[in-house]
Every structure is written in structure tokens, then in C-alpha cells.
T-cell receptor, first 114, second 116 residues
Framework: EADIYQTPRYLVIGTGKKITLECSQTMGHDKMYWYQQDPGMELHLIHYSYGVNSTEKGDLSSESTVSRIRTEHFPLTLESARPSHTSQYLC?????????????FGSGTQLSVL | AQKVTQAQTEISVVEKEDVTLDCVYETRDTTYYLFWYKQPPSGELVFLIRRNSFDEQNEISGRYSWNFQKSTSSFNFTITASQVVDSAVYFCALSEALRGGNQFYFGTGTSLTVIP
């Protein structure tokens, strides 16, 4: 029942291309996150935001950048994709201050860089 | 150091068997939250349960049950009478307060295969 959407679902591109992974949520959540999921399944936090114009880097260093101009939108951009960027990217959101805070996830974008 | 450890990488059971997925966590916070998420082949992580550090009561939801023990820093998940639809990757997660918000830490996941 999560209202968080990611596009595209799958993306295959060549090295050096600029790409933007889209993430939108309709729940009005202040907090949004990007996780990178390795083929071995582990999730790593790469970016998060606590609201409009707020962005922070996560635990895993990433060459990607994010922006948060609108509450509902949290796109992730790679200026020059490389094969090492091949991974699954998961977007999530949660409600600020909620007593039962939990993460809602999108379906993910599977990125393959050739 | 890994904050959430799921030692079982892959588990296979025959349908109708019970299975327990282990989760051990590490934190210095007195207030924290523990979660289990299910990731089916479709890729989306589905929330299963949230437990706060002050509530050690075990919880049962249908065929699912969770055993939270602070003394051993464990939050294990048991599926009773497993079904093929239970096949998925299961993640345990820990949430700690982080300067105005919560930081979520995930384990490496346990891939469960239920064989018909």
C-alpha cells in the first residue's frame, strides 16, 4: 500500500552517460532516502533528506548526487555512469516525528552500466 | 562494525516446515527500534513489523512470530507452516536517533526458499 514510485524500473546504459533515477511519494513524508543494494543483497544508505532543500550523504560514499526541491520528489543523478555503478537503487520515505516511524520503499531501479 | 547481523545467508525448507530467521543487533542507544522487512522477487521491501526497545513482548501475527530478547540483543523471526509464497529475502533493521531523525541500519538479508 506504499505510495512511493520509482522510475525507470530497469535501465541499461553505456559508460559515460548521465542518468537520473526518479523517486516520488504522495504521502507527504518529509524524510526520504536512497539505498544502494549490492548483488549480495546488503543495503547501503547513500543519501537522505529531512525535507525540502535538505540533503545529506549516507554511510556509503557515492558519486551520485541528489536534490530535494519539492517534498514529494527526490531524484538521484549520476553525471557519468560507470560499470561500478551497476546495482539496484531503492528509494524510501518516512514520516517526520511519527511515533511508529517506518520506511516505505519503492520497487527499485535496477541499473546496469555497460 | 556491523550493527545488524543476519548470520544465515540462505535457508531452504520444505513447505509446511517452521523456520526461524536470526537477527542480532548492536547499539549503545537506550531507545531504538527494530524492524523486519520482506523483499519478494518483485524487489520492493515490504514492512512486516516494528518493535521499540522498551517492549520486549513477543508478537504473533498469523503464521509470523517475533522473539525480542534484549539480554542477547536478538530479534528473531519465525514463520510457522511455511508456504511457497514466503520465499523471499528477509531483512532485519535497526533504527537509532540521529540529530533530529532516525538512521536505519539493515542486515545483509536472509534468502528463504520454501520448496513445495
Amino acid at each position: 500500500e506504499a505510495d512511493i514510485y520509482q522510475t525507470p524500473r530497469y535501465l541499461v546504459i553505456g559508460t559515460g552517460k548521465k542518468i537520473t533515477l526518479e523517486c516520488s511519494q504522495t504521502m507527504g513524508h518529509d524524510k526520504m532516502y536512497w539505498y544502494q543494494q549490492d548483488p549480495g543483497m546488503e543495503l547501503h544508505l547513500i543519501h537522505y533528506s529531512y525535507g525540502v532543500n535538505s540533503t545529506e550523504k549516507g554511510d556509503l560514499s557515492s558519486e551520485s548526487t541528489v536534490s530535494r526541491i519539492r517534498t514529494e520528489h527526490f531524484p538521484l543523478t549520476l553525471e557519468s555512469a560507470r560499470p561500478s555503478h551497476t546495482s539496484q537503487y531503492l528509494c524510501a520515505s518516512s514520516e517526520e516525528g511519527a511515533t511508529n516511524e517506518k520506511l516505505f520503499f519503492g520497487s527499485g531501479t535496477q541499473l546496469s552500466v555497460l | 562494525a556491523q550493527k545488524v547481523t543476519q548470520a544465515q545467508t540462505e535457508i531452504s525448507v520444505v513447505e509446511k516446515e517452521d523456520v526461524t530467521l536470526d537477527c542480532v543487533y548492536e547499539t549503545r542507544d537506550t531507545t531504538y527500534y527494530l524492524f523486519w522487512y520482506k523483499q519478494p522477487p518483485s524487489g520492493e521491501l515490504v514492512f512486516l513489523i516494528r518493535r521499540n526497545s522498551f517492549d520486549e513482548q513477543n508478537e504473533i501475527s498469523g503464521r509470523y512470530s517475533w522473539n525480542f530478547q534484549k539480554s542477547t540483543s536478538s530479534f528473531n523471526f519465525t514463520i510457522t507452516a511455511s508456504q511457497v509464497v514466503d520465499s523471499a529475502v528477509y531483512f532485519c533493521a535497526l533504527s537509532e536517533a540521529l540529530r533530529g531523525g532516525n538512521q536505519f541500519y539493515f542486515g545483509t538479508g536472509t534468502s528463504l526458499t520454501v520448496i513445495p
